[in-house]
């Protein structure tokens, strides 16, 4: 079976582009300068063209543009944590929608809508929702380590709701879900369900600054982290795995 194209991830790369600084669901604004954590339609819109002859499975399509990697990156972050629930005598939940907006357009999660550039998990539903546009922008400024990046990161918090983890701060929840992306493309790439490329390493870690907090204001309801913070965590996951988050 060919193996979808995806992130060379190279411990001895990630550690050498650490020295950028670390970040969040709610990323910078993609068209600033400096760039930087879903009932849907089943297909993404964008203005790429379809395949011809899509493949039965989405966890089996190639990955060779944002719709193909959106599609994968959830159906093999699903994939992966059936597992490892599996594994451990428990019952992973799938998420009941997987749900692509666009800037204003988004659902809300409880009382809280969505905002544009974002991504998040909600428990109230437990559902994940994305903003197309602002993902795609960063797909193609940042490379497909973007979406590598936060749909794992949200399935994170869908791991954790399930889990029913409890955490005093906001950061060291997405602290841990950051932990839980790098984990989750460790037992990826182990298994061969994804293939490395020379060069993911450091189009990961530019995705994780970008969506860096500005200062280490940890106590922050909404803080995720700096970038250093995020890129370590990240890190953390993807050389020891999910159990080390």
């Not at 005598?89 to 905002?115: K, L, M, S």
Request: net charge negative.
């Amino acid at each position: 079976m060919q193996l979808p194209r995806l992130l060379a991830i190279s411990l001895l790369a990630l550690i050498m582009s650490s020295t950028m600084s670390c970040g969040s669901v709610t990323a910078p604004d993609p068209g600033a300068e400096a760039a930087p954590e879903v009932t849907t339609p089943d297909q993404i819109e964008t203005d790429l063209d379809p395949p011809t002859d899509p493949p039965a499975s989405d966890c089996e399509v190639k990955g060779e543009n944002f719709s193909e990697d959106v599609r994968l990156a959830r159906c093999l972050t699903e994939e992966f944590w059936t597992q490892q629930f599996t594994t451990s005598g428990g019952t992973y939940q799938p998420i009941t929608r997987f749900v692509e907006y666009n800037g204003d357009d988004g659902p809300a999660c409880g009382d809280q809508p969505a905002v544009p550039n974002n991504a998040f998990y909600c428990p109230d539903g437990h559902f994940i929702a994305y903003d197309a546009t602002w993902l795609q922008s960063l797909y193609d400024q940042l490379g497909d380590g973007a979406v590598y990046v936060v749909i794992p990161h949200e399935f994170g918090h869908s791991v954790q709701n399930q889990l029913m983890s409890n955490f005093d701060f906001s950061v060291q929840s997405e602290l841990q879900a950051d932990c839980y992306a790098g984990g989750t493309l460790k037992g990826l790439i182990d298994g061969n369900r994804l293939q490395a490329q020379e060069g993911d390493g450091a189009e990961l870690m530019a995705n994780l600054e970008a969506a860096g907090d500005p200062s280490d204001a940890w106590w922050e309801p909404g803080a995720h982290g700096t970038a250093q913070q995020r890129q370590l965590n990240f890190t953390r996951g993807l050389e020891s795995g999910v159990g080390a988050c």
